[in-house]
Structure formats: structure tokens, C-alpha cells
């Protein structure tokens, strides 16, 4: 499944009016929002970046509290290390856009 049939959108301005602003593109971005890949899901999930383009890391209190390395240029590109491990819920990858269930 690729991040764009997920709904997935860059996410950054952290903080700003107490939430975050999606992104065009992943220049200032400081995490990715998409909707969870489990059957039967209807909740989003947000990725922090470790590495931010042109962007602040966000504030370590922020959940999730793990940051993630990512590479790539957009949605088609993008890839996460490491795998992403939301507890009683989804673990799964983000590998060049497609997103891998374990």
C-alpha cells in the first residue's frame, strides 16, 4: 500500500495554535500524519523526524516520544527508520512510499 492511499500529508509548524499545519511538500516539514494502515482502523498517526528538512526537531515531550530518520523527497520517496511500533496497535514500515504491515 503506498502512503498516498493513506491519506498521508507532511505535518510541521509544531506548537502553532497548539496543533500543526499540514505541508505541501516535506521542505519545513517536522513529521507525516496518515491514517492507520490496520484493517478496521479510523485514527490517524504522526511521525516525528529526528532529521527535519529546514525545520526544528519537535520538543521531546511530544508523543510519540520516539523521532524517526527519514530520507527521500516526497510522499512517492520517503522512507523511516526505524520501523514504526505503535503499542496494541499497528507495526509496520515505511520503505520508498510503500507501507509494510509486520
Known amino acids: 500500500m503506498k502512503l498516498s492511499d493513506l491519506g498521508a500529508a507532511f505535518v510541521g509548524e509544531y506548537g502553532k495554535d497548539d496543533g500543526f499545519m499540514r505541508l505541501p511538500n516535506i521542505n519545513g516539514a517536522q513529521g507525516l500524519l496518515f491514517h492507520c494502515p490496520k484493517p478496521g482502523c479510523s485514527h490517524s498517526i ?6 527535519p528538512n529546514s525545520a526544528p526537531v519537535v520538543p521531546q515531550s ?22 514504526i511500533s505503535i503499542p496494541d496497535d499497528w507495526h509496520g514500515w515505511i520503505t520508498n512510499g510503500q507501507v509494510l504491515t509486520a
Do not use: E, H
Not at 504522526?46 to 532529521?51: A, E, R, Y
Not at 511530544?62 to 520501523?83: E, H, I, K, N, Y
Open 46 to 51: 504522526v511521525i516525528w523526524f529526528g532529521n
Open 62 to 83: 511530544a508523543s510519540p516520544l520516539t523521532r524517526w530518520a527519514v530520507s527521500g523527497t516526497c510522499l512517492d520517496d520517503l522512507t523511516l527508520s526505524p520501523s
